[in-house]
């Protein structure tokens, strides 16, 4: 009984349809879960909405924690370990704005609208592409935080060179520019990025030469990661795809 629980509460795989069915409701229960925060106002129906999407929840994390050695493979141990794995967690962190609408006793747990938004990584459970794009960070983690270091490591000097080489109040207008360094820091993230809001920029020549030099090169830095992600990307399908194939032909023989 609960291995049946178990493959039907699993990402569904092909031909199993009780599985490819809990996984639609999960899909539902999550899309309908956020539609409140999209809304200022409180309406009845969003309290109905909370507490249908919360007990399916609950339900769902129950039935987990049921089948949790069969996941984990510990035995008796995958009960203890279960709810500090990464999934659990991101479980539990969903179920706990709502369950203030089951229970006066959980007032307590009242927790701000923001940590409903945690319920949209439950998407990536159920998610083919998802996973897939999961695996590729997974195997490039390496370069990509790599690149990050070297983003972080350029945003800082960009941010020093600046707060040093302009003036902290604008001699024109007499309106403050860059007034500490964390002003620096916030121009050299939006500059390497390209975006540039513009609600800060500098006002010197040499300030405007180093901005067009962290632009030019925020290009180059931002565009390392794109190609390392999409060529994984690319081989991660072809790998899927490859499998696939295989598989179809062992079935078929």
Known sequence: ?????????????KGNKASLAYDIMMLIAITASVIPLMFSEDHPVFRVIELVTVTIFIIDYLLRWLTSDFRLHRKGFSYVLYPFTGWAIIDLLSILPGLSLIGKGFKILRVTRLVRIVRLF????YSSKIRVLGNVLRKERRILFSVLGICVFYVFITALVMFNAEP?????????????????????????TTVGYGDMVPVTDIGRFISMLSSLFGVAIIA?????????????????????????????E
């Open 122 to 125: 439950k998407f990536f459970r």
């Open 1 to 13: 009984m609960r291995r049946r629980i178990f493959s039907i509460i699993e990402p569904a795989h």
């Open 224 to 252: 390392l990661p794109s190609g390392v992600i999409t060529a994984s990307y690319l081989d991660e399908l072809r790998a899927q795809k490859t499998e696939q194939k295989s598989n179809q032909k062992q079935n078929s």
């Open 168 to 192: 902290h109040v604008n001699p024109l207008t007499g309106e403050p520019t860059f007034r500490d360094f964390f002003d620096a820091l916030y121009w050299a993230t939006v500059t390497l």
